[in-house]
T-cell receptor, first 114, second 111 residues
Framework: EAGVVQSPRYKIIEKKQPVAFWCNPI?????LYWYRQNLGQGPELLIR????????DSQLPKDRFSAERLKGVDSTLKIQPAELGDSAVYLC????????????FGPGTRLTVL | GNSVTQMEGPVTLSEEAFLTINCTYT??????LFWYVQYPGEGLQLLLK?????DKGSNKGFEATYRKETTSFHLEKGSVQVSDSAVYFC??????????FGQGTELSVKP
């Protein structure tokens, strides 16, 4: 079974530039999560989707961050414009229906903002 | 609010030594508790979990017991190997399925 796929694995951009991350969850997993992991810290939830609906986006900085999951499968997280403090690893995870207790994580995208 | 605190690293051990990584939590209700492991260059992997008080989660020689009275979920292994070198994260899941992580503890095992 294929795991959670994320791309790109690494991204380096100048501040004020836009950036987008893509995630394809495990087949059949209707719940999708985006986390941000700062250096030396644990991941923090940004947004959670149930199918195509964002059910928890309370931690998403909506002035510059946006996310979509149009068909309830893959998802895109965007930052526009990026700031120096956005440098982090962005993790995507998914879980099967009604099984929140086990989340499967992708390898992450490491973003460096210069 | 809910939170997880785990011991600071790095923890450096010799092969075959006993490992304990402390984890305590603050939560309302009855959360599920987890240990995740992150090997170098890889994503987070679920190591073990416990969903109610006094449950013991175990996997790959690692164990942790859900202690409600001390709000703890300490990770233990009797004999570590070099291949166990990784960052270990303690986490809890609230009623809505949101995972809240500790800051991680880096383990380095020397031959």
């Amino acid at each position: 079974e294929a795991g959670v796929v994320q791309s790109p694995r690494y991204k380096i951009i100048e501040k004020k530039q836009p950036v987008a991350f893509w995630c394809n969850p495990i087949s059949g997993h209707n719940t999708l999560y985006w986390y941000r992991q700062n250096l030396g810290q644990g991941p923090e939830l940004l947004i959670r989707y149930e199918n195509e609906e964002a059910v928890d986006d309370s931690q998403l900085p909506k002035d510059r961050f946006s996310a979509e999951r149009l068909k309830g499968v893959d998802s895109t997280l965007k930052i526009q414009p990026a700031e120096l403090g956005d440098s982090a690893v962005y993790l995507c995870a998914s879980s099967p229906p009604r099984t929140y207790n086990e989340q499967f994580f992708g390898p992450g995208t490491r973003l460096t903002v210069l | 609010g809910n939170s997880v605190t785990q011991m600071e690293g790095p923890v450096t051990l010799s092969e075959e030594a006993f490992l304990t990584i402390n984890c305590t939590y603050t939560a309302t209700g009855y959360p599920s508790l987890f240990w995740y492991v992150q090997y170098p260059g890889e994503g987070l992997q679920l190591l073990l979990k416990a969903t109610k008080a006094d449950d013991k989660g175990s996997n790959k020689g690692f164990e942790a017991t859900y202690r409600k009275e001390t709000t703890s979920f300490h990770l233990e292994k009797g004999s570590v190997q070099v291949s166990d070198s990784a960052v270990y994260f303690c986490a809890l899941s609230d009623q809505g399925g949101k995972l809240i992580f500790g800051q991680g503890t880096e383990l380095s095992v020397k031959p």
